[in-house]
């Protein structure tokens, strides 16, 4: 079943237009990633997807209904979930206070404390820890918990591994895999290829705003020189 799709969506911050009539799709079960170098477009994408940015023109759709007009509370209550890159972690919070709220404030399901605990033991030893005396691999963690704990039906991740070590990065995709194999729809924004072609079923290309290659990781893998060009810097 198709979750979410972008259909020609124009996106403008002020007189600069920022996405050209990009359109994407996200099914559900999927892991999907979106590429490219900076101020590609990437962010945007995911913005206009939970509703920070509104399109000037084109749709959003969330499984076959238009929500164009959502706002993102309204977009977070239908079921997706949002990673951004900063992460907004409380920083004067701790950990659990941290996974607390989000799970005051989102919907029920599948996925509880126990359960994010069995995940990422290392925030249950640092439970009563202030969220900013955490690594930057248990912040990324403890953001991911607090959007896994509204439990969405799609969760958008930008730059997730962002600036962390290849071992924190290692168990970061092996920890997305898992929350992928126990359902969850993943679309996540990256700016090269290391964890997309180990992670992703299907790939976008975004470069000056538009989309410009899409397909499989096996397609992708069989083009990578031509799109090592697209997202070199
Ligand atoms: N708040 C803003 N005001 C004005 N222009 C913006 C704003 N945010 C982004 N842009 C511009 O929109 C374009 C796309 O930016 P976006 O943040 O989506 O890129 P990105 O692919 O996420 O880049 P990065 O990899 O650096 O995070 C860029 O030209 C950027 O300068
Ligand atoms: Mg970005």
Redesign the pocket.
């Known amino acids: 079943m198709k979750l979410l799709a972008l259909e020609s969506c124009n996106v403008t911050?002020?007189k600069?237009q920022?996405?050209h009539s990009v359109s994407i799709e996200v099914a559900q079960g999927e892991v999907v990633s979106l590429i490219?170098?900076?101020?590609?477009?990437?962010?945007?994408?995911l913005?206009t997807i939970i509703g920070l940015k509104q399109p000037v023109s084109g749709r959003r759709v969330w499984k076959g209904d238009d929500v164009t007009a959502r706002l993102p509370n309204q977009l977070g209550r239908l079921g997706i979930g949002y990673v951004p890159?900063d992460r907004r972690i409380f920083d004067n919070l701790t950990v659990h206070e941290n996974l607390r709220i989000a799970t005051v404030m989102g919907r029920t399901g599948a996925w509880t404390e126990t359960r994010i605990f069995e995940m990422f033991p290392v925030l249950l030893d640092r439970a009563s820890q202030a969220g900013n005396t955490l690594s930057g691999g248990e912040q990324q963690m403890l953001a991911i918990s607090r959007a896994l704990l509204t439990n969405p039906e799609l969760l958008l991740l930008?730059?997730p591994t962002e600036g962390l070590a290849p071992l924190i990065v290692d168990e970061l995709v092996d920890s997305m895999r898992r929350i992928n194999e126990e359902g969850m729809t993943l679309l996540l924004?990256e700016?090269n290829l290391r964890v997309p072609m180990k992670l992703a079923h299907r790939q976008y290309v975004?470069d000056n705003?538009t989309v410009q290659w899409s397909g499989t990781t096996a397609d992708l893998l069989a083009n990578r020189e031509e799109i090592e060009k697209l997202i070199s810097v």
Do not use: F, M, P, W
């Open positions: 911050y002020g600069a920022a996405l490219g170098r900076n101020g590609a477009g990437k962010s945007t994408i913005k890159e930008d730059e924004v700016q975004v705003g």
